[in-house]
Nanobody, 123 residues
């Protein structure tokens, strides 16, 4: 299984970015997907997750209302639309493929990870 995340970059506060994560090597729709992030000096944290079917989503309180997760199972791709970005959103963002169809917030329930993409929000 391989995951490749891309779409990060440098943006001013209030701006938007869309991250994408393409997966291969597994029946994509059978597994939940998550986005996590890790800022310098901090632990990796859950940002958002989506059920295998795409019918259910979950968000960290810090991004709720600003970020939107979606998936296209036909393209084996998950997206994270990030609006109203803040400097505190600066981090390396990772996508991960879960062990089951449901959403889980614990990083220890994910076996496969993308390489990470840097998001930097300037004030």
């Amino acid at each position: 299984v391989q995951l490749q995340a891309f779409g990060g970059g440098l943006v001013q506060a209030g701006g938007s970015l869309r991250l994408s994560c393409a997966a291969s090597g597994r029946t994509f729709s059978s597994y939940g997907l998550g986005w996590f992030r890790q800022a310098p000096g901090k632990e990796r944290e859950f940002v958002s997750g989506i059920r295998g079917s795409g019918s259910t989503t979950a968000y960290a309180d810090s991004v709720k209302g600003r970020f939107t997760i979606s998936r296209d199972n036909a393209k084996n791709t998950v997206y994270l639309q990030m609006n109203s970005l803040k400097p505190e959103d600066t981090a390396v963002y990772y996508c991960a493929l879960g062990r089951r169809v449901a959403i889980v917030r614990s990083e220890y329930e994910y076996d496969y990870w993308g390489q990470g993409t840097q998001v930097t929000v300037s004030s």
